[in-house]
């Protein structure tokens, strides 16, 4: 799987609702989940909402289990714990990789996880479930790049919460020219900001530049490809970018998006073959 395939899994959930129904769900745009952002407080505030009402399951039908056995009319096994009415929805779901949607690190499973809850608990209306995870489910970078990792199994599942987009930046293994870099090597901001992937192989082309100097060279060789990142502004989706130039020493490359100002990134190389 691609990551721009990836971005369309997050894109198109399927929720199975209590009751068996099936609903689908375009996720129109998943905002950077960032402390100060709305939709960061929305989420961590609906979890803490679902937790709560996951042990309050367990608690009463645990209760109602032990006074029909003791009149002699059981019923069926209560759930045991919240683990296990998390398995009862998708079994490859735990409860700390659902917990990881509060913190903007969710995967696409977790989050129909996420939402079937929401619905059992009243906390989301059915009929407008596009509404709602406009409203309450937030990506950040590395969320992305850190559960698509786990999906091409080149990442385990539990380290998705700690992944932070600085983490991703391994100095041994940074591209050093622009004609090195390739298809799925991470784009890691310098500052530690954001962290994004290559989808396609880059492709050089020819750039007109203005003259500096007698005899500078009028153009210069620069790379386009198209970049999956989830941006504090655009959200989840795939953008073009132009390698412009590196730092030989720093080995800081300056690359650009079609619009706005330049960024300053190490490209480094995972190995990862999807």
């Not at 959930?13 to 905002?31: E, F, K, P, Q």
């Not at 952002?37 to 979890?47: C, D, F, G, V």
């Not at 901001?189 to 530049?209: F, M």
Request: charged share 25%; glycine share 6%.
């Amino acid at each position: 799987m691609t990551p721009s395939e990836f971005v369309r899994r997050y894109r198109g959930l399927t929720v199975r609702l209590d009751g068996g129904m099936l609903a689908s769900i375009d996720v129109h745009r998943y905002l950077t989940n960032t402390a100060g952002n709305a939709r960061a407080a929305e989420s961590k505030a609906t979890w803490g909402k679902i937790h709560k009402r996951m042990k309050e399951q367990v608690t009463r039908d645990t209760m109602k289990w032990l006074e029909g056995h003791k009149s002699g009319k059981a019923g069926p096994v209560p759930p045991v714990s919240v683990e296990w009415l998390v398995a009862r929805i998708d079994p490859a779901v735990t409860l700390p990789l659902l917990s990881a949607v509060q913190h903007g690190k969710g995967s696409p499973a977790a989050f129909e996880v996420f939402i079937t809850l929401a619905v059992r608990y009243k906390l989301a209306d059915p009929r407008h479930l596009d509404r709602f995870a406009d409203r309450c489910l937030g990506l950040d970078g590395s969320g992305f790049i850190s559960n698509y990792l786990v999906q091409i199994k080149h990442l385990n599942a539990g380290a998705v919460v700690s992944r932070s987009a600085w983490s991703y930046d391994d100095a041994a293994n940074r591209r050093a020219t622009l004609d090195s870099v390739r298809r799925y090597d991470l784009l890691c901001w310098a500052d530690g900001s954001h962290v994004a992937i290559i989808d396609t192989v880059p492709v050089a082309r020819e750039e007109r530049v203005p003259a500096l100097s007698a005899g500078a060279r009028p153009t210069r060789t620069v790379y386009t490809c198209d970049v999956v990142e989830c941006d504090p502004v655009r959200g989840l989706g795939v953008e073009s970018y132009t390698l412009e130039s590196v730092n030989a020493i720093t080995r800081v490359f300056t690359v650009r998006r079609r619009t706005g100002p330049p960024c300053h990134v190490h490209v480094v190389n995972r190995n990862v073959r999807p």
